[in-house]
């Protein structure tokens, strides 16, 4: 069946990059093992980017750990602020005199929810116990990322065995399929369980037919401490689990929560989850799934899967070469890397398994990917897997645009809707501000913007609206979306930027507007004490993400026609505005307005870079700035800089935009070397997603480049890899560019617009301007000329 499909496609014209006509192979990828998982960070992911879940392929005590995205303690009515303004204007004449420390040492009091454990949560997990005792031959584990499908093959006394898992989209299930060629089948047991709550039991199983198991519970809400009582017992999401069980062959027998099978040849494990947070009848809605999958052949029902899926992997196709490596195991390839070796195409395949990743924990109606986007095993995860608006959520979806996965992006911007209406509860208790809104530097499923820390280093960053802001007018940009641009962006722009009109103050020594209290996550500085300090008087992230947010403003009234007196007050506003990019003594670009010392001076967080960096007011227009942002980089990695998986990956996308082919080679080995486990995900450490995707984002960024108001075509190719295409990018303007490369030179460029348009082109020294028209491919040789 599969070489039929393969055929079928191949006639399509899906995939490949090689001659006009667009005919297309499909290139292999697949991430493969010769052993079971023996940890949850060798485990594959699979999810339809609301279900998720861990596959181990243990052939004798298999091992699903499950994941649904709202499975979260907590509820909406949590409060939306503390403090008040008289507290911000004590805070902000405490700065004005210089007492940094005691702003540091009282802020959070006045105005943070103290930290409480409000996680992102496991639902659980399935576990397969195999009753006969097998020798385990020819194993292989695997993830084909072209069909999102994991698979485990073995034998065993001479006898097949198989087991397939993916996440479906379109039936809303998880599936399992069993299936042996031993004359007397398979026994074995199912059963889901889930880990306590602290201590708190909040699931209970039972069995609501001969072939079926049910897990219902909630999600408990606990105080700040792992032995706190819950605060309220009924309070969080509630939730089912359902399994279900169809066999050809075979006995299934109901036992006590769990299901016990006898001669099974094949079978087909069906999981569905619903919770009260998408619907109060949510059981109901788990009966209508699992109704709607009688009759379906398993077979049927990954075709359907493979077909919505490949749909969106399938827009983007990247080679180069070496895939001869594809006869060892995924992990042997990086233990090859991590002693010095070179393998290009295991970076296509990381490139690629972002993309994977995003469509499988992130789809139009979902919540967005979260920290660790939807796989987590735990009750209480690292850093809550929840959101951080401080780089980490933003990071996420830096590859959505750029790498063809544009509706992927549709969570974040639900999100940050419903963030912006508490946020202006937020403004107007917290901070006396009466229009716009605010959002700190965390927050969870219930899209709370108030400060959630008890340390000013990270929790009294006022800019998570800002920085989402960016994302609502990138997408305008990339898709010329001019009705988004009307309902969605331009109202979420404005709604940040009436708020920056409102904070911001009046400095009486340089007569600017300035920004305060800032300070630069989640670095700190020297103040005249020698002491460490966080809080201070304006600081360059904050003062380049103002910006922004005003220059994005005033665009997007340009573009919509807008011309009132809000507009005339951004003008004025950002016209004196505080510089958010101002060089030191030394060459590097300030983190804050005064030229401190770092008491941490590789710090992993380059904040002051943000210009350069999702940002674009560094470019190649201003030279010093770009050397400045270079030295930057430099003193931070001599000190131990970019230590962790995601920063890392921001430093590829810094490289990128410095056009620093060889910086860039460097720093993809050593997040391979680093920063990547066996089965590929990012480790901070421990597991954070935001590394594959920034890793994702900023390959494509080495290939094209579409900020500077012009499409500069491999701008900073990595030298080991040579020759090589990648189609399926896109250009700002709602352009898809093709571009095949040989020997580190630029041989072809396919260029398709949705609209007539002109577009300026840069290759090395070579710029010219293009006329495409709508729909139309056009093909460009090395030298940018115009081909049949």
């Known amino acids: 069946m599969k070489q039929v499909r393969i055929f079928i496609i191949a006639l399509l014209g899906l995939t490949f990059f090689g001659c006009q006509q667009q005919q297309r192979t499909r290139i292999s990828n697949e991430l493969w093992y010769a052993q079971p998982a023996s940890k949850w960070m060798e485990a594959l992911p699979v999810g339809n980017?609301?279900?998720?879940?861990?596959?181990?392929?243990?052939?004798?005590?298999?091992?699903i750990q499950l994941n649904e995205d709202s499975m979260w303690p907590g509820g909406p009515d949590w409060g939306n602020s503390r403090g008040s303004v008289e507290d911000l204007e004590h805070f902000r004449a405490l700065l004005r005199e210089g007492k940094a420390h005691e702003v540091d040492a009282q802020y959070m009091d006045r105005f943070s929810y103290k930290t409480v454990i409000r996680s992102h949560q496991t639902m659980g997990d399935l576990f397969i116990d195999f009753k006969e005792d097998k020798k385990v031959e020819d194993y292989k584990r695997s993830l084909d990322l072209n069909n999102a499908l994991v698979e485990v093959d073995y034998t065993s006394k001479g006898d097949n065995y198989s087991e397939k898992v993916f996440a479906s989209k379109v039936d809303d299930v998880l599936v399992i399929n069993l299936s042996t060629t031993a004359k007397g089948g398979m026994d074995f047991d199912l059963r889901l369980d889930r880990p306590e709550d602290h201590g708190h039991k909040t699931i209970t199983t039972s069995n609501p037919s001969d072939s079926e198991i049910s897990m219902m519970g909630m999600v408990t809400q606990y105080g700040g401490k792992k032995d706190a009582q819950p605060l309220e017992i009924d309070y969080g999401v509630k939730f089912e689990t359902r399994l279900k069980v169809v066999n050809a062959t075979g006995q299934v027998r109901a036992v006590n929560g769990s299901l016990s099978l006898e001669g099974v040849k094949e079978a087909t494990i069906y999981i569905v989850c619903n919770t009260s947070y998408y619907s109060d009848d949510y059981v109901a809605k788990n009966d209508k799934s699992l109704k709607s999958l009688e009759g379906q052949s398993f077979s049927g029902i990954l075709e359907k899967h493979i077909a919505d899926y490949s749909a969106l992997y399938d827009r983007v196709s990247f080679e180069l070469?070496?895939?001869?490596?594809?006869?060892?195991?995924?992990?042997?390839?990086?233990?090859r890397i991590k002693d010095g070796d070179e393998d290009a195409d295991l970076a296509v395949k990381l490139f690629q398994y972002g993309?994977?990743?995003?469509i499988s924990s992130s789809r139009p109606g979902t919540n967005p990917a979260n920290l660790q986007g939807i796989w987590n095993q735990h009750i209480e995860a690292p850093w809550n897997a929840d959101y951080h608006l401080n780089i980490n959520l933003q990071m996420n979806y830096w590859p959505a645009e750029v790498a063809n996965l544009s509706e992927l992006h549709m969570p974040l911007f639900d999100f940050g809707d419903r963030l912006l209406e508490r946020g202006k509860i937020t403004a107007k208790e917290q901070y006396g501000i009466d229009r716009g809104a605010v959002m700190h530097h965390a927050t969870d499923l219930w899209a709370a913007p108030w400060m959630r820390a008890d340390m000013p280093y990270w929790g009294a960053w006022i800019h998570g609206g800002g920085w989402l802001a960016q994302h609502y007018w990138e997408h305008y940009r990339f898709t010329h979306d001019k009705l988004f641009l009307q309902e969605r962006a331009y109202p979420y722009l404005k709604s940040i930027s009436e708020f920056y009109l409102d904070w911001l103050q009046k400095d009486e020594n340089s007569g600017k507007w300035i920004s305060y209290p800032e300070m630069s996550p989640e670095n700190s500085y020297l103040s005249a004490d020698g002491n460490p300090a966080a809080m201070s008087f304006g600081a360059a992230m904050g003062h380049q993400i103002i910006a922004e947010v005003f220059e994005n403003t005033l665009e997007a009234a340009k573009v919509l026609g807008i011309n009132d007196g809000f507009v005339k007050e951004v003008n004025t506003k950002l016209e004196d505005l505080y510089p958010g990019v101002l060089i030191g003594k030394d060459g590097r670009i300030l983190e804050w307005n005064q030229d401190y010392e770092e008491p941490e001076k590789g710090h992993r967080h380059m904040s002051h870079l943000y210009a350069l960096h999702p940002g674009d007011a560094i470019t190649s227009k201003d030279k010093e700035a770009l050397a400045a942002a270079q030295k930057t980089i430099d003193f931070r990695l001599q000190h131990g800089g970019a230590g962790t998986g995601w920063s890392r990956a921001w430093m590829i996308n810094f490289n990128a935009r410095l056009l620093d082919a060889k910086s860039a080679q460097e720093n993809i080995n050593k997040l391979m070397q680093i920063s990547i486990a066996?089965?590929?995900?990012?480790?901070?450490?421990?597991?954070?997603?935001?590394?594959n995707f920034g890793y994702t984002a900023g390959v494509a960024e080495l290939l094209l480049q579409s900020h500077e108001g012009f499409l500069r075509l491999l701008p900073a190719l990595p030298a080991n890899w040579g020759s090589g295409a990648i189609n399926g990018l896109v250009a700002r303007g709602n352009i898809t560019v093709d571009l095949e490369w040989k020997d580190g030179n630029l041989e072809k460029v396919g260029l398709l617009a949705k609209n007539d348009t002109e577009v300026p082109l840069v290759y090395g020294d070579i710029n010219t301007e293009i006329h495409l028209k709508k729909d139309q491919k056009t093909w460009l040789n090395a030298k940018l000329e115009k081909v049949d």
């Open 678 to 691: 066996d089965n590929l995900f990012d480790e901070h450490p421990p597991f954070q997603i935001d590394g």
């Open 355 to 358: 993309r994977y990743l995003l």
């Open 49 to 63: 980017g609301r279900l998720g879940a861990m596959v181990f392929g243990d052939p004798q005590n298999e091992r």
């Open 321 to 335: 070469g070496g895939n001869e490596l594809d006869s060892l195991p995924t992990d042997a390839r990086l233990k």
